[in-house]
């Protein structure tokens, strides 16, 4: 038997190189959506970071992010589902980034 494994980070996170800068470098791509977003962040210190999207009252509906990071440049992912794992309805959602030395928001509309 042959064959290859590729081995992918944990949670859809990915260190991404260069995007110098602190916060959300790019994204959440595509917006708006009907199925999820990528987004980009860099951090300037290692710490916990967290990504959670809240709805247009302010209510938090899943955490996208939620783990201990190092410094650097990174690619994540929301699904487009609430914490409950079925797709949100569509709205004007915010990403909300908290990291070490980071605050951060970033609208991502949901289409029907």
């Known amino acids: ?14 260190p991404f190189p260069g995007g110098a800068g602190r916060g959300f470098i790019a994204g959440p791509s595509p917006n708006p959506t009907r199925a999820g977003a990528v987004f980009r962040i ?18 938090r509906v899943a955490t996208a992010l939620g ?7 990174y690619a994540a992912s929301w699904s487009g ?20 030395g980071v605050s951060d928001a970033r609208a991502v509309v949901v289409a029907p």
């Open 67 to 73: 783990t201990w990071l190092e410094p650097g440049s």
């Open 42 to 59: 860099a951090l300037p210190r290692a710490g916990k970071a967290r990504v959670e999207v809240l709805d247009a009252a302010g209510r």
């Open 1 to 14: 038997m042959r064959g290859a494994i590729r081995v992918l980070p944990a949670l859809g996170i990915r």
């Open 81 to 100: 589902a609430g914490s409950d794992g079925r797709r949100v309805p569509a709205g004007i959602y915010l990403l909300r980034l908290t990291a070490p």
